[in-house]
């Protein structure tokens, strides 16, 4: 489990003739003192790693982590840079919880789970009043962008893989100046 945030990625990249557009090369992951590679289907549970500001919901849970685990915040950068001074310092169920995804997240979390009932009762925030406005809505934002962002779902078992991501049609031509 690397430390995502904006810092720790690297992104090795060609200007393009003009000058306006960029060929990313490769991207990688940096600071990896608390870095556990897993066996597949293993979870860490417990330990909180990395930077609380950039945890995906089943690290502020304490639930089960893994790979996918690494998908949410990187997800969450992109939307930073994306939206550029639009900091987001807390998970937001409305932007990044669709019904499903809030589902598997329970799922991760565990009904033993102290945080479990307090996910729960998040719920209760929306009603016809006040309605969920998830990112896939968004409608100002390219729809490529929309969809490369369900790496931010909730569940885990649901988020974009990093290959995935990487070989995406949005950063293929995402204007990444």
Sequence with gaps: MPNIKPGNILVDYEEMTGGNDLAIKSVQISDL???VLF???KNLKGCPCGNQLWRSPEFWARARRNTPSDIFPFGVVIIIYVMLDDMIF???ISNFGDEDGFKGLLWYVGEDNRIFNR???ITADFDAQRLRKPFSVWHYVSVELRDLVKMTNLDP???ITARGALDHPWF???DLR
């Design 33 to 35: 003192e608390d870095a």
């Design 39 to 41: 066996p597949p289907g």
């Design 172 to 174: 293929r031509r995402a």
């Design 90 to 92: 807390r998970v937001n």
């Design 119 to 121: 996910l729960v009762g």
């Design 157 to 159: 078992s649901r988020r």
